[in-house]
């Protein structure tokens, strides 16, 4: 697509009328924070957050056009001198549409739904989501229901429920199910366990066993070893006003025993400054990878939103981390997962109870609340974070962190069965969420956020022993 100033941006999203911004919002859900797009009023503000999100910029305006796709805004698209048609083929070209499918048949769905339709849908949903439906819109109940894990990827059945007024509209969702199925079908084929102690000769053609057997895709695991697990351990930040990080050590430890065990080459850092930090991620970004099937980097460090500390305070972007190993800096990892596991604070706000203490720093909430950029969409990253945006992540003071501890616990426990790290992760979500702390005087809840771009199964295989 050709460049376009981001002035001339303003002033084409300013000819969207109040229903437009509220779709084009809806589209963008997972993409910018719930916080930020409730700031997203007009075409100026849906901008200005897309910028912020590195969505939009004067390089590259793929992103509004394919919202103007969606939302049928051909008029618009001819300001930005594109058509329909060479946004679609640039999407499909260089797989790069942001929008999920799912989203997509959400909001053709509420397209097609009149005053009627919308309430005999809140009156099939009255009983499920327990609150008042009178004022909220279609997209407000699309939302709640994903809040209450009533709509995902994969399940259908209460979205199915909910339409069954509309014969068209169901019939819609039942198609989408059966497309959805079939491109999904091979991702969910059962791994084979039953030779996963061979010896290690035997690891290669257990994978390749493993793939044509159950035709599925996977990433390569067989290497010896798999590949480097950098671990950055950023205890003493005393010199600089915030004290100790008790009980992270209890989380190196951790991590260096499974991924040690997992046939990795464990690097452990402790207590760098920012930029020692990145020394050592170019080092190990400009480090051949040749003949290593994966890279792990574990972070544990005070943090703010999208960014970790060194111990000097200064900040290192979770960005700046992953592009150090993208296929423009470190080609020798192409192709192959690329998987960061974060513990830290992104922002100050408590979830909604042990003595703990927050990877975050009480001082900086305005900073916080004002850095907000999204990681780079690129292929074959996983990036585990501790919490959300915005809230604290906890650690005991003589046990680790609530999401590391997990973590190492459901990775020894699992991939011996040879589950892949989506279902892993899950599993440590669900854990973690449902244990409770008490920081200042409050109960201390906490979610984890994985986040990836893995276009295949991700499996750690134990290494084969000889």
Known sequence: MANMDVKDLFQITEQLGTEDIARLRFLCHGLISVKNLEKVTSGTSLIQELQKADLVDGEDSLFLAELFCVTGHIRLLKFMNVTRESVQQKLEQDRAGRVSPLRK????????????????????????????????????????????????????????????????????????????????????????????????????????????STQTKAYRMASNPRGYCLIFNNFDFEKYGKGKRKGTHKDEEALEKVFSWLGFTVKTFRDLKADEMRTRLKEYGEMSHEGKDCLVCCVLSHGEQQCVLGVDCKKVTIKEIISHFDGKNCPTLLEKPKVFFIQACQGNEMQEAASVQADGDEDTEADAMTYSPTLPIEADYLIGMATVQDCLSIRSLDKGSWYIQSLCRHLTEDCPRGEEIHSILTKVNDEVSTLTGCLKGKEARQIPEPRYTLRKKLIFHLPGKS
């Open 105 to 212: 048949l959400l909001y053709e769905l509420s397209e097609q739904m009149d005053s009627k339709d919308l309430n005999s849908f809140k009156f099939l949903l009255y009983n499920k989501l327990g609150t008042s439906l009178e004022n909220m819109s279609v997209y407000d109940i699309f939302i709640e229901m994903e809040k209450r894990g009533l709509l995902e990827d994969g399940q259908f059945e209460e979205l199915k429920n909910a339409f069954k007024f509309s014969p068209k509209l169901l019939k819609k969702i039942e198609d989408f199910e059966r497309n959805s199925q079939g491109r999904s079908h091979q991702e969910n084929l059962e791994v084979p366990l039953s030779r996963m102690d061979l010896g290690k000769k035997q690891d290669e053609q257990i994978f390749q066993e493993h793939t044509t």
